[in-house]
């Protein structure tokens, strides 16, 4: 359905800067595979789906940055990082679906990425767990 409403936009020519956003970590995201991860939940997915993590306030410091731009642009960390490897960093115990999910990071000579740090997936995890994100305070 994004990419739907993506080539709606570009095909209309209308002036606008779309912005392509991993998975954001904050005090106001909603639940996910991390989330249930993290709180011995049930998960459909497989311990190898992978997943590319940004932190919310991240984005809201880019912020600015964007509204210069036009264009498509790409907004995610340096490396992604499968459930299991969430697991065994943090010693959870995940309970595992079947369903395989990955993310795929775009070619980036094609679609610049506007995230401006240096920073994993982990990182990125490892921030917000220290952020003491209310979701996750079953760590």
């Known amino acids: 359905m994004k990419k739907c409403a993506e080539n709606l936009i570009i095909n209309h020519q209308l002036p606008s800067t779309i912005i392509r956003i991993s998975a954001p970590l904050g005090p106001t995201m909603r639940e996910n595979s991390l989330t249930k991860l993290i709180s011995n939940q049930k998960l459909s997915l497989h311990k190898e789906s992978n997943f590319n993590y940004i932190l919310q306030k991240d984005i809201l410091n880019s912020f600015n940055s964007f509204l210069k731009l036009s264009g498509v642009f790409d907004f995610y ?9 969430v697991a065994e960093k943090f010693n959870l115990k995940g ?16 679609i610049r990425n506007l995230y401006p740090f ?15 994100v209310p979701i996750c305070n079953k760590l």
Do not use: P
């Not at 079947?98 to 993310?103: E, H």
């Not at 994993?120 to 952020?131: A, G, M, P, R, Y």
């Open 77 to 85: 960390s340096t490396q992604n990082i499968t459930l299991n490897e």
């Open 95 to 110: 309970k595992y679906g079947d369903f395989i999910y990955k993310t795929y990071m775009e070619d980036t000579n094609k």
């Open 118 to 132: 240096d920073k994993t997936s982990l990182q990125n995890i490892e921030i917000f767990l220290k952020d003491k």
